[in-house]
Nanobody
């Protein structure tokens, strides 16, 4: 079982940036791919980004393509989500996921 802990959320103005982190423990980190999801109030949880176990393959939801970048540091057992040019519609709780494990989420609010 993998344990995941997200951090880095907060309040940011439109056009600003945040970097989310997700620290993993409990299983060899470089053995599995990682994903970020988000859930806005009253909406379903949606896919945001994917990175393969070695980092060679990355995929993004159309809504964040060109603004968000997923990366990972296998030596630190951590996956990141760099979010630039944030928009109010990016406001959500952001979760990392791997295999069947989810983190607890971190709140991102984009507002002036």
């Amino acid at each position: 079982q993998v344990q995941l802990v997200e951090s880095g959320g907060g309040l940011v103005q439109p056009g600003g940036s945040l970097r989310l982190s997700c620290a993993a423990s409990g299983s060899p980190f470089n053995s599995y791919p990682m994903r970020w999801y988000r859930q806005a109030p009253g909406k379903e949880r949606d896919f945001v980004a994917y990175i393969s176990n070695a980092g060679g393959t990355r995929n993004y939801a159309d809504s964040v393509k060109g603004r968000f970048t997923i990366s990972r540091d296998n030596a630190k057992n951590t996956v990141y989500l760099q979010m630039d040019n944030l928009k109010p519609e990016d406001t959500a709780i952001y979760y990392c996921k791997t295999l069947s494990s989810w983190g607890q989420g971190t709140q991102v609010t984009v507002s002036s």
